[in-house]
């Protein structure tokens, strides 16, 4: 519409042509169109058949109880872009999403969309903006950071703006202006954009015919540049790397999948002789159980150590560390041990337990950590006023207040603590 004026205005006032097209276009700015306001012109509805109609410029999606999740789709697909358009819900919707690089062929789980989705979510958790993939792994990003803005960027009983950014392999979410996730992820590089109609087929969801409105759907994918870098947690999916984020956050790998140049053994200046193995991308801490270690300090039993255990070459002060890792079958207790070590040669020793009981409490939060033979994500941070958080899959589990004593630098040590633990994408930024 502002295009037609703009036009129409050149003419009553005899501007040149060309002048006249080169003004449409800067308005325009290179953005395209995806809903015409009118009809669905350019989409199309797959897997289950909800309701979908065009009331007064919005689309209106109705949730029908006992379909499954339906996607209206583009009839295009895109690789790299940015899109922004405008959602809101009602209250007891279950929840919906934004579909991106997403696909369906008849090979995969028989038509089954697939793919990343940017989550919209009503409900108190707060996890709109968060990153779902769709049919294939599963929650890849949550907003579980209470006290992150992310957590209220969505407004309930309102239009809310989404701005969605995926260039090469970097993706990024903003709810409001307010930036929800940063993905670094190689997946999937093109697909469809889809509009999701969730699922309501089990007697606990929302009964009645719930609704979701898009509206404002626009795309751009010629001449696109990433918005600045923040200090946003990203997650990082592609092994042993550093996205561009978070190498401006200050990030660097203290293990890159191939050498150990950084690490030595916990009495040796060199590598152990034994006891670990590069592999695949990843270092491994095997098991031997000839060795035993008491911590007092933490009132735990005797644990068996291998000869492989190793700690950094480098001291480090307050830090951030981010690593995968995974247990073995032979793994009765996992832990993601460091130490701290004073100018006293005094010694505190932290652990991040990984299995289904930690030693500062219990906790067994279904679906938070990953079995053996299965990658999880780890993250360690140890700020400057001695608060130390510990993360697993992106789920705060521990926090607490270091004495001011302890406050100081150290190795960080990679332990197999009672059985055979692998690590993989290790890497640090000091705070």
Known sequence: MIKKLIIIYCILIQFGIYGCIAHAQEVDDGWEVLFNGKDLTGWHLLNGQHEVEVVDGVIVGTSIHGLPNGFLATDKEFEDFILELEVKADLLLHNSGIQFRSLSDQEYNNGRVHGYQA???????????????????????????YRSPAKSAWVNNQWNQYRIEAIGNTIRIWVNGVPTAHLYDDETDKGFIALQLHANTREADPPGRNRVYFRNIRIKTENISPSPFDDIHVVNLIPNSISPQEKFQGFELLFDGESPSGWRGITRESLPEKGWQIKDGAI?????????????????????????????????????????????????????????EDSHRKSFFGRLA?????????????GIFNGPGDWNQGRIVVKPDGETEYWVNQRMIISYQRSPDLISEGHLLLDDFGGTVSYRSIKIREL
């Open 119 to 145: 989550e919209i979510d009503t409900t108190p958790q707060g996890w709109s903006g968060s990153i779902y993939d769709e049919a294939r792994r599963g929650w890849i990003y949550i907003n579980e950071d």
């Open 284 to 340: 491994t801490i095997i098991s031997s159980g000839d060795k035993r270690l008491s911590l007092p300090l933490l009132e735990l039993p005797e644990v068996i150590r291998g000869q492989g255990v190793m700690k950094t070459k480098k001291r480090f002060g307050p830090f951030e560390l981010k690593f995968d890792f995974k247990q073995h079958e032979d793994a009765a207790i996992i832990g993601i041990e460091y130490l701290v």
């Open 354 to 366: 990984a299995n289904k009981t930690r030693f500062m409490g219990q906790w067994n939060q279904g």
